[in-house]
């Protein structure tokens, strides 16, 4: 029976990323996961054993209605993160979403009408903005250190694994998309945190190397109302793992690079214009000691259910990051008339 006291979670996928999030969020004083669903019971067993007295379930709809649950992480494929997030949000749960919490704009808008009607706050999980080297980055970005933005540039990239075109990242029934809806939504949100809103989107999506029906390659030019420039490119087809984010502002540049592990080793460096221009001033931050935005991610969901805030990112801000992805596959498709579309 869970402590009256806690505030008890349950998790709904078991698989890397679900076993992630309850380990972050079991750490947290005075938060209990008191109930584990997945399709395949041996994999929610595997969780629930670091878990004392943890339930186990494998329907969403009854590990929603345990006793004691307040809230919910929703860690599965992308076809079924809104159905789940949108039956807990009815049902008055906060949930922890995980990217890009739908497989399209439609269903997304209904979490958030659901979310609106029972006032559960929902945060979307793109753990990448708890990065150490993109906190700093927004920090230095709003101290106004490098001066108004003028534009983004980004690449984000994986080489795959041997029968990566078989796993159902590969099945648009249950990814919605390829690279562009699974790793580029992060650089996309990322764009989006720095800059604000795109009132242009352009761009194409290319299947190069992996015989799939989806995409392993996308290319995206965002501009703003004002100008500002996103340019984002993501690819399973990179081979070395890689993460590259530079900001670009009148009196500086940041650049951030690697995001631990196989990404290489997570750094920040500052170019500092001088008066004279010429030869930057230089400052590099390293970040060896691991990746702690789990960690951080989801102290902050937790704040937003004890504080009654607005959580960042937002279902907005996840609808704003897909309505680009929706928009580039539609560039993309055949017979769209784009330039772009192939």
């Known amino acids: 029976m869970a402590d009256s006291s806690s505030l008890g ?43 004392p007295g943890c339930a186990v379930r494998t329907a969403a709809a009854e590990a929603l209605r345990l006793p004691g649950v307040a809230a919910v992480v929703v860690a599965t494929p992308h076809a079924s993160l809104a159905e789940i997030a949108r039956d807990a949000a009815s049902l008055g749960l906060h949930v922890l979403l995980e990217k890009p919490g739908a497989i399209n704009v439609r269903e997304l808008e209904s979490v958030a009408a659901a979310s609106a009607a029972s006032g559960a706050r929902v945060r979307l999980g793109y753990n990448h903005r708890f990065h150490p080297a993109l906190r700093r980055a927004r920090e230095i970005v ?16 994986h080489g795959g694994r041997i029968g990566y075109e078989r796993e159902w990242r590969a099945d648009p029934a249950l990814s919605g998309g ?68 530079e900001l670009y502002g009148r009196t500086g540049k940041l650049a951030i690079d690697g ?57 907005a801000e996840g609808l704003r990051t897909l309505r680009v992805v929706e928009e580039v596959y539609r560039l993309s498709a055949p017979g769209s008339g784009s330039p772009t579309s192939s």
């Open 9 to 51: 979670i349950a998790v709904i996928g078991c698989g890397l990323i679900g076993a992630r999030r309850a380990a972050a969020l079991a750490r947290i004083a005075g938060v209990r996961i008191i109930a584990v669903c997945d399709r395949d019971p041996a994999r929610a067993e595997s969780v629930a054993k670091h878990f």
């Open 142 to 157: 709003d101290a106004g250190e490098i001066g108004p933005l003028m534009f983004l540039r980004a690449r984000y990239g």
């Open 178 to 245: 390829g690279e562009l809806i699974d790793q580029g939504v992060h650089v996309i949100d990322l764009a989006g945190w720095f800059l604000g809103d795109f009132s242009r989107v352009e761009g194409h999506v290319a299947t190069y190397f992996w015989n799939m029906p989806v995409d392993d390659n996308a290319f995206v030019s965002l501009r703003t109302a004002g100008g500002q420039t996103a340019w984002l490119h993501v690819s399973c087809t990179e081979w070395k793992n890689l993460f590259s984010l």
């Open 259 to 315: 995001l631990g592990g196989s990404y290489g080793v997570e750094r920040l460096t500052y170019y500092r214009m001088r008066p004279e221009m010429g030869p930057p001033d230089t400052t590099v931050w390293e970040f060896p000691r691991g990746d702690d935005s789990w960690e951080r991610e989801s102290a902050a969901f937790i704040d937003d259910i004890r504080t009654g805030r607005e959580p960042s990112p937002s279902l």
